[in-house]
């Protein structure tokens, strides 16, 4: 049995590569303590704060978002922006970081508006664009309804135990419906999620999963959404900054490093011969944000109709999950999969945990 420390350097040597080290960067986290520390016009704010912070002000995140729930304050959306610094980060290699951060600023928000908009001009007054945020639970959704589903997964035994459903007192599972800005649903969501955002626990919000509606995590959901792959689809960020390079099979799917294709990775709206209502929502939230935040939709391309969803053999079919290794001669160690487990490589000590879970030993 390998020690602690042998099981480390392993890890190491298996995700000490460019493609590990490009990915890692994008989905980096700030600490709690600078998080919690940023605040609007705050001159020690990060540098991706800043940058957001220029392009959307707090009178227009107000223009933008009048009509929201008041858990969603503009210095909740600069924390969520903090927490994870590749959003609208610099970049060495020449690409335009400015024109970036809009490109993703703008889709962020179209998917914002069809996640959680009013969707009526005659309630609100004001286009459905700016609508957003209207919601923090899924409409009609509640811990103690019957209605809302989300939750087969808990009765699967394969799903269940990978991401296990928290219970309530009576022996009923949590709900795992929208929350948020993006509407996290599902435990598959919730537990990456809290693994993420409490230090590898995937069990925290897994048990408690209104957090997200109650917290700023209501913000930084979204954002956690904006820059994980999961594959085989990838981040919209690297869909957005170009990080993600399609291939011949992405290509004849009609996927690309444009808007249409976010739209494949959140809710896969655009496979259609006929643009579906939702899609055609998303879409015309995007082109305003963009407008607005001085970004030319004619620089990619906005067909949506025909797509297809992402498969197997796309370019972001990533091994970035660890699993038991089955070969003969490698007991007590794990690989690299491309499938989702609850170990995530990119977060640095799931390879022990995946160790010592799956050969039911403890490393020291």
């Known amino acids: 049995m390998p020690t602690l420390s042998q099981a480390l350097t392993r890890e190491a040597e298996l995700t000490n590569n460019d493609f590990f080290r490009k990915v890692k960067a994008s989905v980096r986290t700030a600490s709690n303590a600078i998080v919690d520390a940023v605040a609007p016009g705050k001159s020690d704010n990060p540098l991706n704060v800043k940058r957001v912070e220029a392009l ?43 024109q970036i951060c809009r490109r993703s600023l703008a889709t962020m928000f179209a998917h914002f508006a069809q996640e959680t908009g009013g969707h009526s001009v005659t309630q609100y007054g004001i286009d459905e664009w700016r609508q957003a945020l209207v919601h923090v639970r899924e409409m009609g959704c509640n811990e103690t309804g019957t209605g809302c589903g989300y ?33 996290l649903s599902y435990n598959y969501n919730y537990g990456p999620f809290s693994q993420v955002m409490f230090s590898g626990d995937q069990t925290k919000l897994l048990n408690e999963p209104d957090l997200i509606a109650e917290s700023w995590l209501n913000m930084a959901s979204a954002t956690f959404f904006f820059v994980y792959p999961q594959p085989p689809k990838p981040s919209m960020l690297h869909v957005i900054d170009g990080t993600w390079v399609p291939n011949a099979q992405d290509k004849a799917r009609g996927l ?50 025909g797509m297809q969803r992402f498969e197997k053999g796309s370019s972001a079919a990533y091994p970035i999950f660890w699993e038991k290794t089955w070969n003969a001669g490698q007991d007590n160690q794990c690989q690299l999969v491309d499938y989702q487990t609850p170990y995530n490589a990119l977060i640095e000590g799931n390879y022990v945990k995946c160790v010592e879970k799956n050969w039911n030993v403890k490393l020291k």
């Not at 969603?72 to 590749?86: C, D, E, M």
């Not at 799903?159 to 800005?181: E, L, M, P, Q």
């Open 56 to 98: 959307v002000s707090e009178q227009k995140f107000q223009y933008y978002f009048s009509v929201r729930h008041p858990s969603y304050t503009y210095q909740r959306f600069l924390q969520a922006i903090a927490k994870f610094p590749g959003i609208c980060d610099d970049y060495s290699d020449g690409r335009n970081a400015d």
């Open 151 to 183: 939750n087969t997964e808990c009765t699967d035994p394969v799903f269940n135990g990978v991401w296990t459903c928290g219970k309530n007192a009576d022996g009923s599972f949590k709900k795992y419906f929208g929350r948020g800005a993006k509407q």
């Open 256 to 305: 690309g490093n444009d808007f249409p294709t976010t739209i494949q990775i959140i809710n896969a709206e655009c496979q259609d011969a006929t643009l579906k209502p939702a899609a055609k929502n998303r879409i015309d939230y995007y082109t305003e944000f963009a407008r607005d935040l001085g970004w030319d939709i004619k620089q990619e391309s906005m067909k949506c109709t």
